[in-house]
Structure formats: structure tokens, C-alpha cells
């Protein structure tokens, strides 16, 4: 059964920090992973999505890496603003593309002006 | 080009009613998903349409059914409503033979059972 976890929970940096948050899964199998962004009370932004057969992926300041035989990715997130404050959610698809997403439970990150 | 759509906004019911949510895709996509997010934790999978037939499902009670229509507009009915049924109840749009089969997802309907 895959499990997905993010650690830490929260993160409180000062702005123009740059910070990577993690992102861990037990099953290698998968056919990819997305970042979203959550902000309080609301829906989920696609931020990133990697292929199973990609390393990375960038979209601005951001940059999200995969590493299958380890289980991990992390989301880097260069000179960060309090613009950036929100929960940051990783989901894996499992290696059927069924499209059902399997998430973490996310990382709440505030950034201080 | 609309993204995906949800209604309603809030919707505050009571122990044993029943409730309807609803969903429009995003354009040209094909297949809607449902998931329930409670307090603090990431959302959770409940079942997937697609060709207006149910693809595939989580670990939810039979309570919870669904319906998609020929438009791919899809509703989320939840029967015997319980304290635990409140939750942010969020959909996804993909296309099904998508090549990366990105999710897309709506703003959610905040669910309250008193």
C-alpha cells in the first residue's frame, strides 16, 4: 500500500530564504508526482508534475526533483516571499496511471515579511 | 478557458440528511475525481467517473455515490449523513488518455454536519 509522507509539518522562514520541502513515498512504482499549492480553506493549485522518467522540473522559483529508487522529491523554492505562505501538498500516482492520487498530509509553510 | 467548477460554496446540513455536490471539468477533459479533505490532513481519494460509469474507489462507505452525465459534469451524493461526513469535498478534471494525466482541481464545497 503506498503511503506518502511530508516532512516537516510546518516551516516559518524570513523572506528571500531559499527552502526545500520533502516529500517521501514507499512504493517506487509510480508513473508520477505532482506538487500543489493550498491556500487556507480553499482548492489545490498544480504547481509542478514529474514523470516517472524525469529527474526535475522547474516553473519559475520553483523546482521539484525526483528520485524513484529512493522515494523522494523535494520542492525547492528559491528567494521565497510571504506571497509564498501556504500548505504545499505532494500526491503519486500509482504505475497504472489510474489517475488516483495518493497525498501527503503537506507541510504548512509561512514566510515572513 | 473556465477551470474546474464546483457548487455549492458551503452547505451546512444535519445528522442523517442527505446532500448533493456538484462538478463541472475543465475544458476538454473527460474524467472527474472526488476527494474528501478533513481538518489538517491531505486529501483522500473516493471514487473516479469516467464514461459515466464509476472507475474506480477508495475506502468509503457505500453512502457515498456518484453520477457522471454525458456533458462529464459530475455529482457526489452522500446518504445518512455522519458528524465525520464534514470535510472540504474537492473534485479533479483530467483527460483519460492524457499523456501525464495531470489533475486539475476546483475550489471545493465546505461540508458542516451539526
Known amino acids: 500500500k503506498q503511503e506518502v509522507t511530508q516532512i516537516p509539518a510546518a516551516l516559518s522562514v524570513p523572506e528571500g530564504e531559499n527552502l526545500v520541502l520533502n516529500c517521501s513515498f514507499t512504493?517506487?512504482?509510480?508513473?508520477?508526482l505532482q506538487w500543489f499549492r493550498q491556500d487556507p480553506g480553499k482548492g489545490l493549485t498544480s504547481l509542478l508534475l514529474i514523470q516517472s522518467s524525469q529527474r526535475e522540473q522547474t516553473s519559475g522559483r520553483l523546482n521539484a526533483s525526483l528520485d524513484k529508487s529512493s522515494g523522494r522529491s523535494t520542492l525547492y523554492i528559491a528567494a521565497s516571499q510571504p506571497g509564498d505562505s501556504a500548505t504545499y501538498l505532494c500526491a503519486v500516482d500509482g504505475s497504472s496511471n489510474t489517475g488516483k492520487l495518493i497525498f501527503g498530509q503537506g507541510t504548512t509553510l509561512q514566510v515572513k515579511p | 478557458d473556465a477551470g474546474v467548477t464546483q457548487s455549492p460554496t458551503h452547505l451546512i446540513k444535519t445528522r442523517g440528511q442527505q446532500v448533493t455536490l456538484r462538478c463541472s471539468p475543465k475544458?476538454?477533459?473527460?474524467?472527474v475525481s472526488w476527494y474528501q479533505q478533513a481538518l489538517g490532513q491531505g486529501p483522500q481519494f473516493i471514487f473516479q467517473y469516467y464514461e459515466e460509469e464509476e472507475r474506480q474507489r477508495g475506502n468509503f462507505p457505500d453512502r457515498f455515490s456518484g453520477h457522471q452525465f454525458p456533458n462529464y459534469s459530475s455529482e457526489l451524493n452522500v446518504n445518512a449523513l455522519l458528524l465525520g461526513d464534514s470535510a472540504l469535498y474537492l473534485c479533479?478534471?483530467?483527460?483519460?488518455?492524457?499523456?501525464?494525466?495531470?489533475?486539475?482541481f476546483g475550489p471545493g464545497t465546505r461540508l458542516t454536519v451539526l
Open positions: 512504493d517506487s512504482a509510480i508513473y508520477n
Open positions: 475544458s476538454g477533459h473527460d474524467t
Open positions: 479533479a478534471s483530467s483527460f483519460f488518455q492524457g499523456r501525464n494525466n495531470e489533475q486539475f
